[in-house]
């Protein structure tokens, strides 16, 4: 019949997008969960990290290191700093840019968080055997670097790492 669609539900339920959109909302769901006293988002605690990581980055690239969009990580950015866990400052070399440090309450938040996190790493992988998830990561791994590029936000790693 025309208009009809021979995609069923069960089709769609199939679809690896599909299946990694889910994936991606039980993740945070489960990340938040784990981590509400903190008040941290899955994105917040990744640029926590890597700015502790590289401290004095400026945030666009920051951005390329979490693989996030830059103009949504300007506002991740001014939350952390309203929570006093990021400091930003001119650059030495151009007053222009702005860089970021993790304050002492940055750092203690994280060295307190990593315990829930962990959890909620946990959590996410629970229903897969152990002894396969080694290569269920290994596998998610190899689908998100060989996809790269075609990202909205590709991840670029500084060379060394």
């Known amino acids: 019949m025309p208009g009809e669609s021979a995609v069923s539900m069960d089709d769609l339920y199939a679809k690896p997008g599909h299946l990694i959109r889910r994936a991606q909302q039980i993740a945070v769901s489960i990340f938040l969960d784990e981590c509400a006293p903190f008040d941290l988002t899955p994105v917040q605690y990744a640029a926590l990290v890597a700015i502790r990581e590289q401290p004095g980055i400026d945030a666009t690239r920051l951005s390329a290191l979490v693989a996030f969009d830059r103009s949504t990580l300007g506002s ?9 866990l990021v400091a930003r400052a001119g650059s ?6 702005k860089v970021l440090s993790v304050s002492p309450e940055g750092t203690r938040v994280l060295a307190a968080v990593e315990p829930a996190v962990q959890r909620a790493q946990e959590r996410i992988l629970a229903p897969i055997r152990p002894e396969d998830r080694p290569r269920f990561l290994a596998m998610l791994g190899q689908l998100v670097e060989f996809n790269n590029e075609v990202s909205r ?9």
Not at 153 to 161: D, I, Q, S, T
């Open 76 to 84: 991740v950015l001014e939350r952390l700093e309203a929570k006093g």
């Open 153 to 161: 936000a590709p991840l670029k790693v500084a060379a060394g790492r």
């Open 92 to 97: 030495p070399e151009d007053k222009r840019i």
